[in-house]
């Protein structure tokens, strides 16, 4: 069963965006679980779903961060943000086109998805956070 595992790396010593996190994994996890478990597409959709609401929440919630304290990377931050939603939602409309998915390749993609955009820019913006 793939799953994505919240590695001790991705801590990004800020309570707030550690904690969404934590509920980004559960609801990326749930949605590998939906797709592995030869569940519907109704229940894969609904899983989707659920993991693009939040998302879109996460990211206004360390958008409105940036703007308190006027954080200098904030413009190619939001850009990245709006990449990472457009690339969840455009899964979404194949799911609902009914296109085959590779179940592997939407993992690893949202394996990377997750990782690599914590790792390279949420660490900065919690370092500037703490300051
Ligand atoms: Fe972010």
Redesign the pocket.
């Known amino acids: 069963m793939v799953q994505f595992s919240f590695t001790e790396d991705l801590y990004t010593g800020s309570s707030f ?1 550690d904690g969404d996190h934590h509920r980004l994994v559960e609801l990326v996890n749930a949605f590998f679980e939906s797709m592995q478990g030869g569940e519907d597409s109704a229940s894969m959709a609904k899983a989707l779903h659920a993991l693009i609401a939040f998302t879109g929440e ?2 206004a919630r ?1 958008e409105i961060e940036m703007e308190r304290v006027r954080y200098v990377a904030a413009l190619a ?1 939001e850009a ?2 709006a990449k990472l939603l457009k690339q969840i939602v455009e899964l979404n409309d194949m799911l609902d086109a009914g296109r085959k998915i590779n179940i592997a390749a939407v993992a690893a993609f949202l394996d990377n998805w997750l990782r690599d ?2 790792l390279a ?2 660490m900065k ?1 919690a370092a500037a956070l703490k300051k």
């Open positions: 965006i996460h990211f360390e931050h990245e943000h955009h914590i820019a949420d913006l």
